[in-house]
């Protein structure tokens, strides 16, 4: 009975619109992406500023070569982003 009085009331507002599962797939993997973009980028310029700060050059080096991986991973994933949202 509720069931029925919910869907009378609802009737006359605007529907929402449903995603197909490829669109919805596509939309969880863009966000995925932007995720792993911001967080390579965040640790990329942590791994910049301890390579800064070091006073052992052997440290400083292996935190400046971590903070040029994250970097050209970033620049990957950024690509493939772009590359999927211009279709």
């Known amino acids: ?3 029925t009085l919910f869907k009378n009331v609802n009737q006359n507002q605007p529907q929402l619109r449903e995603f ?3 669109t919805l797939q596509r939309l969880k993997e863009g966000s995925y992406l932007v995720k792993l973009i911001s967080e390579a980028e965040v640790a990329g310029r942590k791994c910049e500023f301890y390579s800064g700060i070091c006073n ?3 440290v400083a080096k292996f935190f400046k070569e971590e903070a040029e991986m994250l970097r050209k991973a970033k620049n990957t994933l950024q690509e493939y982003y772009e590359s999927m949202t211009r279709e």
Do not use: A, C
């Open 56 to 58: 052992d050059q052997e």
């Open 20 to 22: 197909d599962p490829t």
């Open 1 to 3: 009975m509720l069931f």
